[in-house]
Nanobody, 124 residues
Framework: QVQLVESGGGLVQAGGSLRLSCAASGRAFSGVVMGWFRQAPGKEREFVAGITWSGGRIYYLESLKGRFSISRDNAKNTVYLQMNSLKPEDTAVYYC?????????????????WGQGTQVTVSS
């Protein structure tokens, strides 16, 4: 089992920044791919970003490139999502997820473990 706990969400004004963290515990973490997803009210959960174990492969939702940045610290079993220039449409519950994969999965069903989510609200 892997437990994922997100933190760092909150209320921020448009144009502001937040950094989300996801701490993993439990099963050995080696080789795991980490992803961030988000789900706004009434919408499907969507892929935000993903990163391989080494950090050598990173993918973003195309529309978020340049504003969001994913990184990880394997020594701390933690993955981060830096979100800059936030917009009201970024308002959602943000989830981190873990998958054992050779690539970076971009569909939620490809991930094996999920955190409980953290709310991000961007006011205009």
């Amino acid at each position: 089992q892997v437990q994922l706990v997100e933190s760092g969400g909150g209320l921020v004004q448009a144009g502001g920044s937040l950094r989300l963290s996801c701490a993993a515990s439990g099963r050995a973490f080696s080789g795991v791919v980490m992803g961030w997803f988000r789900q706004a009210p009434g919408k499907e959960r969507e892929f935000v970003a993903g990163i391989t174990w080494s950090g050598g492969r990173i993918y973003y939702l195309e529309s978020l490139k340049g504003r969001f940045s994913i990184s990880r610290d394997n020594a701390k079993n933690t993955v981060y999502l830096q979100m800059n220039s936030l917009k009201p449409e970024d308002t959602a519950v943000y989830y981190c997820a873990a998958a054992w994969s050779n690539g970076v999965p971009r569909y939620s069903y490809e991930y094996d473990y999920w955190g409980q989510g953290t709310q991000v609200t961007v006011s205009s």
